[in-house]
């Protein structure tokens, strides 16, 4: 019985240590969740990847959290793909993708 019971624990553990994430879109690949805080028309900061703002953008304010801390990353798209403020979202710290839950 404790061989059991500890063998279920560490596969919990195991199998929590991890987030997992649909497809392709893995943790080592860069792939963050995040909650959409404010959509805004211009960057306040620079955007995440340093990528040029085209003028019908919309920025994302995306909160997360990294090694405990919280942080924040500007990421562009155009607005009709931009998810609304509150949205839990999926987004590429390499290259600044941004797709809804």
Not at 29 to 58: H, I
Not at 60 to 80: D, F, L, Q, T
Not at 82 to 96: A, D, E, S, Y
Request: aromatic fraction near 6%.
């Amino acid at each position: 019985m404790r061989k059991l019971t500890g063998v279920v624990g560490a596969a919990l553990l195991v199998g929590c240590s991890n987030p997992v994430y649909v497809g392709d879109r893995t943790w080592a690949a860069g792939w963050r969740e995040g909650t959409v805080e404010v959509v805004r028309s211009q960057a306040r900061w620079r955007t995440g990847c340093g990528k040029p703002n085209k003028a019908e953008d919309q920025v994302a304010v995306v909160h997360y959290r990294s090694m405990g801390k919280p942080r924040w990353i500007e990421i562009s798209a155009e607005g009709n793909l931009m998810p609304p403020p509150g949205v839990k979202v999926l987004f590429n710290l390499n290259t600044c993708e941004l797709v809804r839950l």
